[in-house]
Every structure is written in C-alpha cells, then in structure tokens.
C-alpha cells in the first residue's frame, strides 16, 4: 500500500510530466489482448492458461511509448540522419562484417541477385552489425504498442499475434525475447510478420534463427528484398545533382513509388544517364541536408520545420494557434524548435483561427532557422540535392517506409564497397 502511494505521489509531483513507471499485465483486464489471445486459442497454437502464464511476465512500458513518438526518420534533418550511420567505425565495421562472412555473402547475392554491400549496410544500419539487437523485451514493446498506441493498434496486434506463434514454432520463450521499442529483433530487426514470411535458414543448421546466427540474416535479408520488388542488376539512383531544370525540380516528390518514364525525364531536360532505357520507370526525389521529414498527410502531428513559427503552423492547418500553444505546453511566446513534433488540435479547436494572438509569422524563408535560441543545431553544409530513383530505391523503402533510411542505406552500402576495396 504505502508503494502505491508513493508512486502516486512521484506521478503528481511530476506534473505534465508522464509517470514511466512499468505496468504489469493482466490478460483478463486487457479487452484488446484477449481478443488477440482468443484467436490464438482458436487457431490451436496457444491455451488459455499458457497465455496467461506468458502476459503475467510482460509489462506495458512508457518509455516504448515515448520512443514511438519520436522517430528518427522524423526527429532529424536528412543531414544529421545520414551522419549517424555515415561514421568512420561504422563503414569499417561493415568491412570487417564482409571479409568475416564473405562466401555467405557472395552466395547469397549469386542466388538472390541482391548486391553484397546492400545486404552488409541493412545489418549495418538495423543493428551496427549485430551489436545493438535492442533492449526492449519483445512481448513488453507490442503488448504496449497494443493498449496504449491507438492510431496503430491493429497493425501491432497483428505483430504480436505473429510474436507469439513465432516463439511457440520456433521453440522460443516469448518473454526473454529482446529487440526494438517496435518489436523488431535479430540482426536484420525483422518484425514477427517478416521473420515468418522472410526468413530462411540460410547456414543450413536446421534452425531459422535471426538473433544468433549472421547466416541466416544475410540470407534471409536478400530473400526479403527479392519477394518486395528488388530487380537484380538495376541501380538504386542516379548520382546527386546540385541542380536541375526547373521543370524536373517541380516533380520532386516524396511518394513511394516509381512515376515517371525515363524518356518522359528525358523530354524536360533530366541528364539521365544513356544507360537507362527510355521505358524505364523512376522518380525524382530531392533532399535537403536542413530539412525534417513532415509527417504523412491525414497525421494529427506536425514536424517542426526551419523557419516555423507556431502561429504559421496554426494558420495553415486552419487551427486555432492559442490552441496548439497550449495543447503542447509551448512558452507564451509560442517558441518551437526544428525537428519539434507538436500535436494539432481537434474537436471545437479544428476550424478557428486565432487573428488576435500576439504572435506572427516572421516572413522569414521556411529553409531558414528563425532564431538563435530556437534550439536548432548547425548540420551539413550540403543543401539541396536531386536524384533520380528506381525501383530498387522503393525496395528498400519496403523495409523502412522513410525515404530517409533508403538513401542512408543506399550511401552506407556505397561507403562499405568504397573502404573495402581500398582495404
């Protein structure tokens, strides 16, 4: 009792601030993980004993909450992304990873006819080359996923339902299982779905097996791409273009697919290269060293950008800015910074303006910081930069949707090749 109440009490002291205490699990009490429980009851992989037994050792975790609001992807500008997996250790590393497993490797790009240094810098950027497998006990990340992140439950659910048939098949304790704030685990950080789908024992041990065994991640990683659209022999992207004409800059896009001809390209000036037949679908994406990925359209949340103000933020979500001030604890100044994740609001909040708030937008550039105390913080000197993008390029988006982490993976496999053979 006098435990409860302390904790009670830490959570009140705390203010806005969310209590990060560990909640245990009680089946029974969790309407969404019975149903999970009932299917998997149903179907003949589980009773209802054992899943009680299973979800009386796992525990909803704030701190997974709190990581699955502020992705990287969305966190960052592309120039500060791109650095964390473009160091030095990593690109030796990732060397060091090829020559120790290089006939896997070379087997693996023979029958998948996908290249070496894509599969070597996926491991290199999911898990530092198996280093950083995560921290998060697997049952505690998607049951919490399940309860407490509304907007996408049913996609966890299903991640969880795989979590569990996938531990039962592969003879796995579910609770002692660890990986991601998402659920992914293992060198390629496959999530459960994935992992049955996709993965393949590649060492021939009998035994599909992710976190221990490198083999069967190589292998399972260049089925992976091979079953989600990648063509063997076709490049990821162009080289980077400082500029181009301006009817190709009007068709940069961040959608992930492939829109235009490479003749169509052609017709408005694209220094495509001769190699790339006419008929050959690509897209043209560009990317600012300075700039933060927004979130998708429809999204109730708004990545701050260079040169945002608050009220700017407002008026163009057509929502009220004393609204949005207080709905994300901002100063009375409204003062927000780039890479800021700020809720909008809903309800009676959705379609008012605030015409009498104090502040206003500076009419300073949206590429520029708009102050020198809002918290941003000097990236690369590289702006601009346009590429034209294949298919392959979308293939690696099937991995991690971000356009981000394609091109990170894209100039990390790049770097590899480049240290290996100056080795």
Not at 16 to 34: D, F, G, N, R
């Amino acid at each position: 009792m006098l435990k409860t109440i302390t904790l009670a009490l830490s959570c009140l002291l705390a203010g806005l601030m969310v209590c990060t205490h560990a909640q245990a699990i009680e089946l029974s009490k969790e309407p969404k993980l019975q149903a999970i429980a009932d299917q998997l009851i149903a179907e003949k992989h589980y009773t209802q004993a054992e899943l009680d037994r299973i979800f009386s050792q796992a525990d909803i975790q704030q701190s997974v909450l709190d990581a699955m609001q502020n992705p990287a992807e969305y966190k960052f500008t592309w120039g500060k992304y791109r650095k964390i997996f473009l160091q030095d250790d990593r690109i030796q590393q990732g060397v060091d990873f090829w020559l120790a497993h290089q006939a896997v490797l070379e087997a693996a790009e023979q029958e998948y006819g996908v290249p070496i240094s894509v599969i070597v810098a996926i491991i290199g950027v999911e898990s530092k080359f198996g280093k950083y497998k995560g921290k998060h006990k697997v049952l505690d990340s998607l049951s919490t996923l399940v309860v407490g992140f509304p907007r996408r439950s049913k996609f966890f659910a299903k991640e969880l339902k795989e979590f569990l048939i996938l531990t039962k098949e592969n003879e796995l304790q579910a609770p002692e299982i660890l990986g991601s704030y998402a659920g992914a685990v293992g060198f390629p950080q496959f999530i459960s779905s994935s992992y049955r789908n996709y993965a393949v024992d590649y060492s021939g041990d009998g035994k599909t097996d992710l976190i221990n065994q490198p083999s069967d991640a190589i292998g399972s990683i260049a089925n992976y791409f091979i079953k989600n659209g990648w063509k063997p022999g076709e490049p990821v992207t162009s080289v980077a273009y400082t500029t181009v004409e301006g009817s190709i800059a009007a068709l940069a896009n961040r959608k992930r697919k492939t829109l235009y001809t490479a003749q169509s390209l052609r017709d408005k000036g694209a220094p495509l290269s001769l190699s790339i037949q006419d008929d050959e679908k690509l897209n043209v994406l560009m990317l600012d060293a300075n700039e933060v990925v927004t979130e998708p359209k429809g999204s109730n949340r708004y990545v701050v950008r260079a040169g945002d103000t608050a009220c700017q933020i407002a008026e163009d979500s057509n929502v009220s800015c004393a609204a949005l001030i207080k709905l994300n604890n901002l100063d009375s100044k409204g003062r927000i910074y780039r890479g800021q994740r700020l809720k909008l609001p809903t309800s009676e909040f959705a379609v008012a303006k605030d015409s009498k708030s104090k502040l206003a937008s500076t009419g300073t550039s949206k590429w520029q910081v708009a102050s020198s105390d809002s918290g941003a913080i000097e990236e690369d000197t590289v702006q601009e930069r346009y590429f034209f993008t294949h298919r392959n390029f979308y293939a690696i988006t099937q991995y991690n949707h971000s356009v981000l982490y394609a091109m990170a993976v894209h100039d990390l496999s790049q770097a590899i090749a480049q240290a290996k053979r100056a080795r």
